[in-house]
């Protein structure tokens, strides 16, 4: 076998995982279990003073980024340039000890961007990392996906369009889709997962009036962004993807905080969840068994509001949630649980997330907060923005509307994770050419992501589009109670089969090559991905029509600001 980068990255599945060093110079930890409750088995290896305990530190929000430019275009549009370095940064996760991760401006997660719907934004992200990377030798490129936007191909996050350490990529975002949570994240093939855990992962939002006008804002706005990891005696992060099958720690982290307590005012707040694990899955649930009221998913507001006791949530995918406080005296606490589902790997303390603690009333020292007066049942996401040109809410698709059905296999072959027995080293043999599908623009299609195993879970991405679950094998056929909403990440559980409607809407670009993948970040890195095209393939080349460049400007000219920031735990 030829000694490629490919075939390293492949030896773990070949005899056994292989041995990373961690940021702190500590060797990766040793095999865990694949399935089941490890009890209290911990893959960390700290001493017990540094051990981080439930609910001890507050909770933070992730700093809000302020545009170094803004201004209006020629045709009228407004704009917003925003600036962003990749660089090394020091988190304190365990207690006496310091953990090294790589984030953008340093930090995880990395700073929050909120943007009005139907501003474009300039977003410049500057490679600042070392030569060579914090959890692997090879060198530490990176590619940003801003995940849940309609981007032009050469702007998505392209597994292969890689920014070099000193060179910087302009990346150009819409932001016509409507409201929605997205998340912006390293995608850099074969070291994706490397690159997430390591911190390069934030939030990034649209907003627009029907939003703000029928959900919580500001300070009873909250950003949720789970992860888990493990750590080295020393307070580095330890690595170990079990011979390329997932990596579960020990430590949940919210925001970057382990376990935190939140300060919440006996009002309704709205949580969006986001899951930045690279590969454990959640079900999230109230201590005291209280309803979650769902009312958005991935692409946006969900039609019907839907109380759940819990729901299922994997890598990548996004569900906002009422909580109501409106009961609770000041003094009172209900903790934030993980039922966890099948195939992860538990340990002690993965069965808690985070814990709130309710506080007197008092009114809020951000002018734009709003909470509401109650529950609602309905919600109106308003005009759908290319109805104009031919865009359908997704939400109102229906089979009738097919041009074409397509079934996606996820499965393990030959020690490989395959869609449809295809790998993304067969996209790269291709020249980048070899296509899954080939809708044209505004098309609608239905899709079914078959899962034939029983030992894995697979969250699969689609870019580009907005997606209806029209049903699944399980559920009596019927989507979730909670996946009422229009969805980019399909999370297909052990022999599972999910049903999606698509329309491959590009809004004013002619489209080009998107990828699809497992957002099991390990799985995707090995190989789990395959691209399609919307219309001419050659349009808008991923990888060369706007490649990254030498930085030539110092940093100070795009210093970067943030928002004041929230109380400490609030």
Not at 270 to 292: A, E, H, K, M, Q
Not at 324 to 338: A, H, I, T, W
Not at 514 to 540: I, S, T
């Amino acid at each position: 076998m030829a000694t490629t980068r490919r075939n390293v990255l492949k030896l773990g599945m070949m005899g056994g995982s292989v041995a990373l060093m961690g940021a702190g110079g500590g060797s990766a930890l040793a095999g865990v279990p694949l399935a089941g409750d490890a009890g209290t088995l911990t893959p960390s290896k700290l001493a017990p003073k540094n051990t981080p305990v439930p609910y001890t530190e507050s909770f933070r929000r992730p700093p809000e980024l302020i545009p170094y430019e803004t201004g209006i275009d020629p045709d009228g549009q407004p704009f917003a340039k925003y600036s962003l370095s990749q660089k090394i940064g020091q988190a304190q996760i365990a207690p006496g000890l310091s953990t090294t991760l790589a984030g953008y401006n340093g930090i995880f997660p990395g700073p929050s961007i909120q943007v009005p719907q139907g501003t474009r934004t300039e977003v410049r992200i500057s490679n600042r990392l070392p030569t060579t990377g914090l959890l692997y030798a090879d060198p530490s490129n990176t590619v940003t996906h801003l995940h849940g936007s309609a981007s032009l191909p050469q702007y998505d996050g392209y597994a292969n369009d890689r920014t070099a350490p000193s060179k910087v990529k302009n990346y150009h975002y819409p932001n016509w889709q409507a409201a929605r949570t997205l998340w912006y994240h390293d995608h850099n093939h074969m070291l994706t997962a490397q690159g997430v855990y390591s911190g390069l992962a934030a939030y990034y939002s649209i907003t627009n009036e029907p939003e703000q006008a029928q959900l919580p804002q500001g300070e009873f706005d909250v950003p949720i962004l789970v992860s888990d990891l493990m750590l080295n005696a020393d307070g580095s992060l330890g690595y170990n993807d079990n011979g390329h099958s997932g990596l579960w720690g020990d430590i949940v982290l919210v925001n970057g905080v382990p376990w935190p307590t939140m300060k919440v005012k006996p009002r309704i707040y709205r949580f969006r969840f986001l899951v930045g694990s690279i590969t454990r899955s959640y079900r999230f649930s109230l201590s005291n068994g209280d309803p979650f009221y769902v009312v958005g998913t991935d692409a946006g507001m969900t039609p019907k509001v839907q109380a759940v006791p819990s729901w299922r949530q994997g890598t990548a995918e996004r569900y906002e949630v009422l909580i109501d406080f409106r009961k609770y005296k000041p003094g009172q606490s209900v903790e934030l649980r993980n039922l966890s589902n099948k195939n992860n790997v538990n340990f002690a303390n993965t069965g808690k997330v985070m814990k709130f603690q309710v506080v007197a009333d008092s009114p809020s020292l951000d002018p734009k907060s709003r909470s509401i007066s109650s529950i609602p049942t309905t919600l109106d996401p308003g005009e759908h923005p290319t109805k104009a040109s031919g865009g359908l809410d997704p939400m109102s698709l229906t089979p009738e509307m097919a041009v074409a059905k397509r079934i996606l296999r996820v499965q393990r072959k030959n020690g490989e994770w395959t869609i449809n027995g295809e790998t993304w080293d067969d996209v790269e043999k291709s020249n980048f050419t070899r296509c899954f599908a080939n809708p044209q623009k505004n098309q609608v299609e239905q899709w079914t992501i078959v899962n034939e195993s029983g030992g894995w879970f697979h969250p699969v991405h689609i870019h580009l589009i907005d997606g209806k679950i029209l049903g699944r094998n399980t559920n009596n056929g019927q989507p979730f109670a909670w996946e009422g909403g229009p969805k980019d990440v399909f999370y297909a559980g052990e022999n599972e089969s999910v049903t999606v409607l698509m329309q491959f809407d590009t809004g004013k670009h002619e489209g080009g090559r998107y990828m699809v993948h497992c957002h099991n970040l390990v799985h995707e890195d090995h190989d789990m991905m395959v691209q399609f095209a919307v219309g001419d393939l050659k349009n808008n080349d991923p990888i060369n029509a706007d490649m990254p460049v030498a930085e030539e400007w110092p940093e100070a000219r795009f210093s970067s600001y943030y928002k004041p920031a929230y109380p400490a735990g609030t």
